[in-house]
């Protein structure tokens, strides 16, 4: 149970509610009853289908019940049915599931038969338009995600729901798409990590494919980084972006570009822990990576910098000094 | 001992028995598709408060018993209900506790679990096939407490998980998915039970997991979330799991979850002010007993049961939580 506040009834107020659920609770069991023996029984007829639907709408947990639902239109609906039915019947399911949705967002069984609708549409409507059902199904999808996803933009199981729709689209669309999905998620809200997550995902796409040139659309998301740190450097989300862009720090010329920019950050937001940890960060990779290339006492300075930085974080950040003690004394053996 | 960190075990464990004394309650009922997790999750929670003997254990087996699915071969939530990965998961843990394996069919259940894997290495939770990296867990910590892990396509197991890993060391449900306290819980410790904990990036996923604490002390289960008591489970365990358990505030997390206890009914909440469920109970007490609050039962954090059942069966894993503090 989450987000559901106590509130401490009355001994009468407990036994009031407990008699107008008297007659709810009787016909939930009588519907569960008539229900799981019907499934045991293998009654696959439409009465029983109707039970589901009353039942589910009441409790759409129930995973037993939406398995009976299946084998019902597995076993004898879809086979009695012309393809065109087959496809209004998934539609019907896929609205009762967006009626569910819409209450109990993150329930993973009515996720799950949504999937189960979109794999069972047909062929058609023509043979020559095979795909155009699901073609429409699966744009329909997309845009149902995106309502879910309005309402709530952090619900993983919507953005996993959209990465499943997007990957089985009859006709793949092209990931820039997506890109300026992410881009207008992360407009919306900078803190929306689940953006910046899918971001990621989408340009190594992008860049492996060579959709788009690398070099240049990598300068582009550091803009982007850059101007979503100077507007909250407290909001992590950017800050765990910011290091996937970096990478594993191969080159030395990035990471003392974007050192001295976090540097700049830090000057005018001084007790910023997250351009200090970043900072930090950044050194320790130049440390470990790029010792060769060091001026003369370009090592002492990087290390002692480190130190001083990661000192002010253990008063800055309590809870976390157990490990900036320990990075420091990583960074202190990688100067000797 | 100070009373504003004191768990109210006495109440806690009157809550957790009155659960199944609720049958005249609709929401007893609307909840009958977690009736076995609920048992696992409430006999965790007496047994890690040393009050393993607050439910009839012989009620207990008869009950989990009456929810075998012969025709799969597992074990469904209630009676009537159809198998499921995770119920089964339950039902072979309760029975395990209980010292009541021999109750178990082991070569049905090891084929129902075995069956449910697909060609990319995951599992799926039942024959219509969602799969989740939750999945896999469930089915590498119910073939280890059947002793049939020898069965399993280990690499195919470990390659799905690891293709779950994202550039933040965390794991997301599925591949491409973001990364999440409870998915980073289940996959690190299956891969603890596999022996393959090379696969994390342990520094990396051990900053990520840190920075889920808030100023509040509870703990986060994504960047830029609110604190949840469960996560004070998913986040610890992977932490003890990883050896740092340490590079969070221990003392503030405590706190955390004493002040979400309900403290006139007993049971906890995911925060503090809102409504107790078993659940949280379960997870509150098992964060508690990693960080190593005085009074309470060790428990594994790779397989959430009580350590000793773990150890007696040969199956502890190098884990590490906070040492038991002698008082307040
Ligand atoms: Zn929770």
Redesign the pocket.
């Known amino acids: 149970m989450?987000g559901v506040k106590r509130v401490q009834y009355s001994k009468e107020a407990l036994e009031a509610k407990r008699q107008r659920d008297q007659a709810k609770l009787k016909e939930y069991l009588a519907l569960t009853h008539d229900i799981l023996s019907r499934k045991k029984n293998n009654d696959m007829c439409r009465e029983a289908f109707e039970l589901t639907t009353r039942l589910l709408r009441v409790n759409p947990e129930f995973y037993t019940v939406w398995n009976y639902r299946r084998q019902i239109l597995e076993i004898d609906m879809i086979p009695k049915s012309s393809a065109a039915d087959t496809n209004d019947l998934l539609a019907e399911d896929l609205n009762l599931t967006t009626a569910l949705l819409k209450q109990h967002p993150k329930v993973y069984w009515i996720w799950n038969h949504r999937r189960w609708c979109l794999e069972h549409v047909p062929n058609g409507p023509t043979e020559e338009d095979s795909n155009g059902w699901r073609m429409a199904n699966w744009n329909k999808e997309l845009f149902v995600v995106e309502k879910m996803l309005e309402a709530d933009a952090r619900n993983f199981h919507a953005w996993n729901y959209r990465r499943y729709v997007l990957g089985t689209m009859p006709v793949r669309r092209s990931e820039l798409s997506e890109l300026a999905y992410t881009s207008r998620k992360i407009e919306a809200n900078f803190s929306n990590f689940s953006a910046w997550h899918q971001r990621s995902k989408v340009l190594t796409a992008l860049w492996e494919s060579n959709t788009v040139d690398p070099v240049k659309s990598k300068e582009e998301e550091f803009d982007l980084v850059k101007n979503a740190m100077y507007t909250d450097p407290g909001d992590q989300s950017v800050w765990i972006y910011h290091r996937w862009l970096v990478g594993d720090g191969g080159e030395a010329a990035l990471l003392k570009r974007e050192i001295n920019t976090i540097q700049e950050l830090l000057n005018e937001q001084p007790d910023s822990k997250w351009c200090m940890e970043s900072l930090v960060h950044y050194k320790r990779l130049l440390l470990q990576k790029h010792t060769t290339s060091f001026q003369p006492g370009e090592q002492v300075n990087l290390v002692e910098s480190c130190i001083g930085l990661l000192q002010e974080l253990g008063a800055l950040d309590p809870a976390r000094r157990q490990r900036y003690k320990e990075s420091s004394e990583h960074i202190t053996r990688l100067s000797t | 001992m100070s009373t504003d960190l004191e768990l109210h075990i006495p109440l806690h464990v009157k809550y957790i028995q009155s659960l199944g004394k609720s049958k005249d309650d609709l929401m007893y009922h609307l909840t009958a598709h977690l009736r076995m997790n609920a048992i696992y999750w409430g006999l965790t929670a007496l047994c890690i408060m040393k009050h393993k003997d607050a439910l009839s254990r012989e009620e207990m087996i008869e009950f989990v018993m009456s929810c075998w699915d012969d025709e799969a071969g597992a074990f469904g939530a209630h009676p009537d209900h159809d198998a499921h990965i995770h119920s089964t998961l339950s039902a072979i843990q309760i029975l395990c506790v209980q010292d009541a394996m021999d109750r178990l069919d082991v070569d049905r259940i090891t084929k129902f679990i075995l069956s449910l894997q697909k060609p990319s290495g995951v599992f799926a939770g039942d024959k219509y096939g969602e799969v989740d990296s939750r999945f896999s867990y469930i089915a590498v910590n119910a073939l280890a407490l059947l002793g049939r892990l020898h069965e399993l396509d280990t690499e195919k197991t470990v390659d799905y998980i690891r293709r779950c890993k994202n550039f933040d060391g965390g794991f997301g449900a599925v591949i491409g998915a973001e990364s999440h306290a409870a998915q980073v819980f289940v996959c690190t410790a299956a891969l603890a039970i596999l022996d393959r904990l090379d696969v994390i990036d342990q520094d990396t996923l051990a900053w990520w997991l840190a920075e889920r604490q808030l100023p509040s002390g509870g703990l986060n289960g994504r960047p830029e979330k609110l604190e949840?008591?469960?996560y004070s489970f998913w986040v610890l365990s992977a932490l003890s799991i990883l050896k740092k358990v340490s590079w969070i505030d221990a003392d503030k997390l405590m706190q955390f979850i004493i002040s979400a206890q309900d403290p006139d009914n007993g049971g906890i909440a995911?925060r503090p002010g809102n409504q107790a469920d078993v659940f949280?109970t379960q997870f509150g007490v098992a964060g508690l007993s990693l960080l190593g609050y005085p009074g309470l039962d060790d428990l594994d954090p790779v397989f959430c049961m009580p350590a000793s059942v773990i150890e007696a069966r040969g199956l502890k894993k190098g884990w590490q939580a906070l040492p038991r503090q002698p008082t307040l």
């Open positions: 989450h | 949840d008591v469960c995911d949280h």
